[in-house]
């Protein structure tokens, strides 16, 4: 029997998966990536109860539509009851998705492009953030405006162009992922020679306080790290997302393990259309989503401080192509994948 569309509920649950959860997840995953098996979970409902689905976040203002999305009552008015999960990491979160323990995670897209290579079964539902439209055309300095993301350099390197870049030691957060992958595309399409870059794995913190004590020649900083960049006056030479990806593009997604998708087709609308909403909302009030980002996550921030963030409303295939294929020109990737098979469409 379908649900009644006229019922509504709102949940804003964040718990924490235990470490035993976590290395359960990690064990099923490892047959689910060479399966579609059925992922359970809690997202089946009663005839006269809501959908419950189960969304693992992050702490960036990327994700701010889904706060957005609880509070102001979009999730409600789908008849969705939204419990977001705390999980350290996007591997944590592949494996809960995997083990029936999500449903729905946050995930960059170049990282899902490397799941689909990877066979593991997870397909993009609902884009998060993206490029704001107007950050590609815009001159070096006002590109800062549009994306918390940029590359900065010590001050003993020397740096103070993406030239400099050449045989540098450059920290990112994961290596063989999206801070390397746009830094190498862009750098190779200003024919600046790539080979020599050293890669270093540091976390954002680390990485900034390399930078200040000149242990590295350039890191790969967001936000609010990136604003203690600009208060140390360190250099940003690099705003790497904003040139790599088409513009109005999305740079994150909400993806789904492709069983639990196909099973569930109507929690899978739902969520399409309230995150569409709350994407729309958070456009149109953009200070609003950038104060509350600021109090959700505790900076000691100001909303002028913070990036005019972009959250488009749907994943665009051709745009979601044109990546895949810079990609594979860097030799990031082999060869070219068919990306309809990552994403699941817009629900009429």
Same mark, same amino acid.
């Given at each position: 029997?379908? *649900? @009644?569309?006229?019922?509504?509920?709102?949940?804003?649950?964040?718990?924490?998966?235990?470490?035993?959860?976590?290395?359960?997840?990690?064990?099923?995953?490892?047959?689910?990536? $060479?399966?579609?098996? #059925?992922?359970?979970?809690?997202?089946?409902?009663?005839?006269?109860?809501?959908?419950?689905?189960?969304?693992?976040?992050? =702490?960036?203002?990327?994700?701010?539509?889904?706060? *957005?999305?609880?509070?102001?009552?979009?999730?409600?008015?789908?008849?969705?009851?939204?419990?977001?999960?705390? +999980?350290?990491?996007?591997?944590?979160?592949?494996?809960?998705?995997? /083990?029936?323990?999500?449903? +729905?995670?946050?995930? #960059?897209?170049?990282?899902?492009?490397?799941?689909?290579?990877?066979?593991?079964?997870?397909?993009?539902?609902?884009?998060?953030?993206?490029? @704001?439209?107007?950050? %590609?055309?815009? #001159?070096?300095?006002?590109?800062?405006?549009?994306?918390?993301?940029?590359?900065?350099?010590?001050?003993?390197?020397?740096?103070?162009?993406?030239?400099?870049?050449?045989?540098?030691?450059?920290?990112?957060?994961?290596?063989?992922?999206? =801070?390397?992958?746009?830094?190498?595309?862009?750098?190779?399409?200003?024919?600046?020679?790539?080979?020599?870059?050293?890669?270093?794995? +540091?976390?954002?913190?680390? %990485?900034?306080?390399?930078?200040? @004590?000149?242990?590295?020649? %350039?890191?790969?900083?967001? $936000?609010?790290?990136?604003?203690?960049?600009?208060?140390?006056?360190?250099?940003?030479?690099?705003?790497?997302?904003?040139?790599?990806? #088409?513009?109005? $593009?999305?740079?994150?997604?909400?993806? =789904?393990?492709?069983?639990?998708?196909?099973?569930?087709?109507?929690?899978? /609308?739902?969520?399409?259309?309230?995150?569409?909403?709350?994407?729309?909302?958070? @456009?149109?009030?953009?200070?609003?989503?950038?104060?509350?980002?600021?109090?959700?996550?505790?900076?000691?921030?100001?909303?002028?401080?913070?990036?005019?963030?972009?959250?488009?409303?749907?994943?665009?295939?051709?745009?979601?192509?044109?990546?895949?294929?810079?990609?594979? /020109?860097?030799?990031?990737?082999?060869?070219?994948?068919?990306?309809?098979?990552? +994403?699941?469409?817009?629900?009429?």
């Amino acid at each position: 029997m379908p *649900l @009644n569309p006229e019922v509504k509920v709102v949940s804003m649950k964040i718990r924490n998966l235990g470490l035993l959860g976590l290395a359960a997840a990690a064990v099923v995953s490892l047959v689910a990536c $060479s399966s579609d098996a #059925p992922s359970g979970g809690s997202s089946a409902a009663g005839a006269d109860g809501p959908i419950k689905i189960r969304v693992q976040s992050q =702490a960036s203002i990327a994700a701010e539509p889904l706060y *957005l999305g609880v509070e102001q009552g979009f999730f409600e008015e789908e008849g969705l009851d939204v419990e977001i999960v705390d +999980l350290p990491d996007l591997s944590s979160a592949i494996a809960a998705l995997q /083990a029936g323990k999500l449903e +729905l995670a946050f995930t #960059p897209t170049i990282g899902a492009l490397q799941m689909a290579r990877q066979n593991v079964p997870v397909t993009l539902i609902a884009p998060s953030d993206g490029i @704001n439209p107007v950050a %590609a055309e815009a #001159p070096l300095e006002e590109q800062r405006n549009y994306t918390s993301v940029g590359v900065y350099t010590s001050a003993a390197s020397g740096i103070d162009n993406i030239e400099g870049l050449a045989g540098a030691s450059i920290a990112v957060p994961e290596l063989k992922a999206q =801070a390397d992958a746009t830094i190498t595309s862009v750098l190779q399409e200003a024919d600046v020679e790539t080979d020599e870059i050293e890669w270093l794995n +540091l976390g954002f913190v680390p %990485a900034l306080e390399a930078l200040k @004590n000149d242990q590295v020649d %350039a890191a790969f900083l967001v $936000s609010p790290y990136s604003i203690e960049a600009d208060a140390a006056g360190l250099k940003r030479i690099m705003n790497p997302s904003a040139v790599f990806f #088409p513009q109005g $593009s999305a740079t994150s997604a909400w993806a =789904a393990s492709q069983s639990w998708a196909q099973e569930n087709p109507e929690a899978v /609308a739902r969520f399409q259309r309230a995150i569409a909403k709350s994407a729309e909302w958070a @456009n149109e009030n953009l200070e609003a989503t950038q104060q509350h980002a600021i109090d959700r996550s505790g900076l000691k921030l100001t909303p002028e401080q913070m990036p005019q963030s972009y959250w488009p409303h749907a994943i665009d295939q051709a745009q979601l192509e044109e990546v895949d294929d810079k990609l594979v /020109a860097i030799g990031f990737f082999d060869d070219a994948i068919d990306v309809s098979t990552i +994403l699941t469409p817009v629900a009429k």
